[in-house]
């Protein structure tokens, strides 16, 4: 049977070149494997949606045509943010959901994103589908039926009565969205209107090419537009979210960017308010101030693995209440189901701001200032890349340097931290530092960075 390309079924979904990597034979073999990974007596739909890009049509009617013939019934719920295909699974008691989606990856890329039951697919079990995909799956006889159904009004009537917005004194809450052309401009501008907001829209028509901006909000010069568009426009708010809607940006009153986990800081002792005592979770790039200040709220802080698979195994685990990571994604299991929704948080994040009475930038007046790095990713084969992490973790434990180990190596220098882990997306790996002072930042980026130097060149 065919060899599909490795490099695509990666740690957390199927991602890669459409018509090249990503084919509609890649699609069909998908959708007959993920069928024959079902437990045995599920009979429930399955939901299958797609993005905005060029690709997705005829991805979408192959991974249904595999379904179909493997004896399965589909709701097909059409062009939607990835957290609507999540909320069909919950809502209508699906049997699972596969998303055609490459998420923020730019237009000529395509992919999946699945669940069965209730949880995601990712590590072991992708590489199991990718098995499943190479051998003979023989049709079912009975084969399965295409029914069409939108969940978009049963999501906004949810969303609108749970996150009710306190009113300003003198006029509606005023908020630009980005939606950087992607399928979120179509949910979160109709929501936010329902919920009294004057709604600012940019790039919300849906356009596969993007050609406004690359839809990915952890990369300031893709904020760039909405910054100045909130300051022109004098707005309360900025959001803006990534090419299928499961991660959220946000600009400040001022147009100033507020990094995820600054974010969820604020988020996080807003919730703690009514629940006190509450597990929050989030990953090893976030900044020290924000697990210090989660506890300082009364907290239970948890730093955990990087990706959104394992921050929702985790949230499940532990009965945590709220997650997020770097990247953007923000979970909430209160009062919602746990997984990743950008329109959702935007939600939260202006119900925060109308209950507490205060622009964003007075949430965080008392955080300490530090100088951070972005994300700084280093080529590196994936042959490679998870031993030289592992040769890092033993050399600078054998030094007695203070380490966290969950996801690579996160070494804390008292003052500020410093991390290195291998990449589960890229041939690569990920360093990023925090300091009080941009000559302590740098001592520590040459302790990590100059072991790192060393040792790459010995490979």
């Known amino acids: 049977m065919k060899q599909f390309p490795h490099h695509a079924f990666r740690e957390y979904d199927i991602r890669g070149i459409a018509g090249a990597d990503i084919t509609e034979e890649l699609a069909y073999r998908l959708g007959k494997a993920y069928a024959a990974m079902l437990p045995e007596g599920e009979t429930r739909h399955i939901a299958v949606g797609r993005d905005v890009r060029l690709s997705g049509p005829e991805l979408q009617a192959a991974v249904m045509r595999g379904l179909t013939d493997a004896g399965r019934d589909v709701v097909d719920i059409g062009i939607n943010p990835t957290p609507l295909a999540y909320y069909a699974v919950y809502r209508l008691d699906m049997a699972g959901c596969i998303m055609v989606t490459a998420s923020h990856n730019p237009g000529a890329y395509n992919g999946f994103k699945m669940m069965i039951g209730k949880s995601s697919l990712y590590g072991e079990d992708i590489q199991h589908l990718k098995m499943l995909m190479q051998q003979h799956i023989p049709d079912a006889d009975r084969r399965g039926n295409i029914t069409s159904h939108s969940v978009v009004d049963d999501y906004t009537r949810f969303v609108t009565a749970d996150c009710p917005l306190s009113h300003l004194p003198s006029r509606p809450f005023k908020v630009v969205i980005d939606a950087g052309n992607g399928p979120s401009g179509l949910i979160a501008a109709p929501l936010y209107r329902r919920l009294g907001c004057e709604v600012i829209e940019l790039y919300c028509e849906p356009d596969g090419s993007f050609p406004n901006h690359h839809p990915d909000p952890t990369i300031a010069e893709n904020m760039a537009d909405l910054s100045d568009t909130v300051r022109q426009n004098h707005a309360d708010l900025g959001i803006a979210f990534d090419g299928d809607g499961d991660r959220i940006g946000i600009v400040d009153e001022s147009g100033d960017i507020v990094w995820a986990d600054m974010l969820l800081l604020c988020l996080a002792r807003h919730l703690l308010k009514t629940h006190p005592g509450a597990t929050i979770i989030s990953e090893v790039k976030c900044s020290q101030h924000m697990y210090d200040g989660i506890e300082a709220a009364g907290g239970k802080p948890i730093m955990w693995r990087t990706g959104h698979s394992p921050i929702k195994a985790r949230m499940k685990e532990t009965?945590?209440?709220?997650?997020?990571?770097?990247?953007?994604?923000?979970?909430?299991?209160?009062?919602?189901?746990?997984?990743?929704?950008?329109?959702?948080?935007?939600?939260r994040v202006m119900q925060m701001l109308t209950e507490t009475g205060k622009i964003f930038s007075e949430l965080l007046q008392d955080v300490s200032h530090t100088e951070t790095t972005p994300e700084i990713r280093i080529d590196c084969s994936d042959n490679r890349k998870f031993d030289l992490v592992n040769e890092a973790i033993t050399h600078f434990r054998s030094l007695d340097y203070d380490m966290i180990d969950i996801d690579g190596m996160r070494i804390n220098f008292g003052d500020g931290w410093g991390l290195l882990r291998a990449s589960n997306t890229q041939p690569a790996l990920v360093l990023r530092f925090e300091a009080p002072n941009n000559t302590r930042l740098q001592e520590i980026r040459d302790v990590i960075e100059g072991w790192l130097e060393a040792a790459m060149k010995k490979s």
Do not use: Q, T
């Open 319 to 347: 009965g945590a209440l709220l997650a997020g990571e770097m990247s953007g994604h923000m979970f909430f299991a209160d009062r919602f189901f746990g997984f990743d929704d950008a329109a959702y948080a935007g939600a």
